[in-house]
């Protein structure tokens, strides 16, 4: 049995198109098995301040009360990440980026000496071993065509999991879903078909 951690990003609730496909994905890959759901649409993490970035950069034995609490916070999402055999994200493309609370994840567990480190020969992913899945909603058509070109989320994510170790990521597309109820009804009919196929090879 696989341990999944689901982590959605939109504040759309049970409307939310992303999260719904990334739901189904993580249950069908977890074959019984435990899902984590990091839920930051209901549940944001608080952006990154001067205590978080004070905290990370000292010992434990040199923080204040309130610094340590910061970094206990973004240790446990670090833990719950490396935990994980597989992870699922779940973001809809909003002004051609993700939403700025799955940024808010990534700026805490994204951590020099934690999931990644510096060498002479630059810097080495930690967290590594791992499956990802990106599912990504959006209105219009960014997976081919000349909306490729302004799709900055899928890039971004590749980049920023790449640099922690993360190499071995598979993007699930819904698109299309603004160009009325039959568009939208085929590009969740080809995510399910997309995602039971994955989950099948996994």
Known sequence: MSSILLVTSSPRGAESISSKVAGELATALARGGKVT??????????????????????????????????????????????????????????????????????????????TFRYTETGPEGLVTGKKVYIVLASGGIYSEGPGVAVNHAVPYLKTVLGFIGLTDVETIFVEGLAFGPEAAEKALAAAKAKTEALASAA
Not at 75 to 104: H, M, R
């Open 37 to 114: 759901v990091r839920d930051l649409g209901s549940n944001p993490i608080p952006h990154i301040d001067s205590v978080v970035t004070s905290a990370i950069r000292k010992a434990p034995a040199d923080r204040t009360p309130e610094e340590a609490a910061a970094a206990d916070y973004s240790d446990k999402l670090v833990a719950e990440l490396k935990a994980a055999d597989t992870i699922v994200l779940a973001t809809g493309l909003i002004n051609f980026g993700l939403y700025s609370t799955l940024k808010s994840w990534i700026d805490n567990i994204a951590r020099a000496g934690s």
